[in-house]
Nanobody, 120 residues
Framework: QVQLVESGGGLVQAGGSLRLSCAAS????????MGWFRQAPGKEREFVAA????????SYADSVKGRFTISRDNAKITLYLQMNSLKPEDTAVYYC?????????????WGQGTQVTVSS
């Protein structure tokens, strides 16, 4: 099993920045990619960004390209999401996930989520 714990969420004004972290532990070798998803109230969970752990290759949703940056720290086995120029529509619970495959990742481990609220 892979355990994922997110942190870094909070309340920020539009135009501000936040950095989310996701600490991974357990059988992390069983996953070769990690990603961020989000779910706003009344909406389905949507993909935000992903990274292939070994190469650092990344993928982003169109809605966050140029504003969000996904990265990882191999030594700490930690995933990050730097979010800049935040908009009210970025308000959601953000989830970290781990899985196998690239570019189509089969995510089978999920964190508990962290709330991000962007005020206008």
């Amino acid at each position: 099993q892979v355990q994922l714990v997110e942190s870094g969420g909070g309340l920020v004004q539009a135009g501000g920045s936040l950095r989310l972290s996701c600490a991974a532990s357990g059988r992390t070798f069983s996953a070769n990619a990690m990603g961020w998803f989000r779910q706003a109230p009344g909406k389905e969970r949507e993909f935000v960004a992903a990274i292939k752990w070994s190469s650092g290759r990344t993928s982003y949703a169109d809605s966050v390209k140029g504003r969000f940056t996904i990265s990882r720290d191999n030594a700490k086995i930690t995933l990050y999401l730097q979010m800049n120029s935040l908009k009210p529509e970025d308000t959601a619970v953000y989830y970290c996930a781990a899985g196998k495959g690239w570019p189509g990742v089969n995510y089978d481990h999920w964190g508990q989520g962290t709330q991000v609220t962007v005020s206008s």
